[in-house]
């Protein structure tokens, strides 16, 4: 009887990357490239440095979930394991991700301290929502990134997990940097810091603005600053309940020591589930701009269907009218 319930909770975890998997998938891949399309095309939002940190946060997200969701998907749903008959993705799948995973949450810290000083009183403060400066502190902290996540390019390695059908898996050859990326990579950079410096920032953004008479500022880039707010403080708020789930269900299989393999059969369906919604916060901000933000919605049908579908339409031409003056 446990072996039935254990099997059963084994092919639940399978089904859960192939039907919550699936959706956030297309969804988000779509979604993102939306959401680049209208931040490059309007002036306002190429000009501004809070929206210059979202553009570039969809364009990882884009990375993200193609590296780690659809490598989830077809890894654990249809045992299609690119890793194993390439060392080149071997090697470069994982590098890939957290270096686009931390970039993409270093880009929404920046995002709220950037609305932060938006919303600040003092003039000095507000010279540094600057788009040639964040341009820079993002070029440093993808270096930054790239640099620290490299080693996954070195340890990572094939080993014939079988001599007689000479089949391979990619596995990390170093204990000392599998624990580094547990409890740094995955527990600290990719939870404990974005959520800590978010809802630090939050918390401020929201007070400046309860605190805030507007300034004289053209009406233009009052209407811009309210609409980045409200974006921003919708995405502190999903980042929170999607990345808390799952880190809790992490701490429980890292410090847990479980070893009724029931018990670990129901963990292993739990952090399946909390990982699709981890991945949905990759997958949800143009979904999220577009509920909060009118403004955003009425800039999307602009974009579309003005800059863009409209340009490809046959232009009419008014037939030539040939008056018989004899």
Known sequence: MSSAVVTSLI?????????MGIPILSFGLVGDIFNI???LSLRTFRQSSCAFYLTTMSLLNLGQLITGLLSRILITGYDIDLTRTSLFYCKFRLFFLQVSTASSLGC???????????????PRWQQWCNIYLSRRILFGLIVIVIIEQSPCMIV?????????????????TSIDFDKFNIYFNSLVLGNVIPLTITSTFGVLIYRNIQQLSYRTVPLVRQELDKQLNSMVLILIFCIHMTFLPQLIVYFIAVYGNIQNSRTRAQLNLAYAITLCLYYSFFA??????MIVSERFRRQFVYVIFQMHINRYRPQRVAPNVIFNLT
């Not at 929404?108 to 003092?122: E, G, K, N, P, V």
């Not at 949800?284 to 701009?289: A, G, N, Q």
């Open 284 to 289: 949800s901000s143009f979904y999220i701009y």
């Open 108 to 122: 929404i810290c920046l995002a709220t301290i950037d609305q932060y000083f938006a919303t600040c009183a003092r």
């Open 37 to 39: 399309l209208v931040f």
């Open 11 to 19: 092919d639940s975890y399978r089904q859960v990357f192939i039907y």
């Open 156 to 172: 990572y390695d094939h080993r014939i997990l079988s001599v007689t059908s000479n089949e391979t898996i990619c596995v990390s």
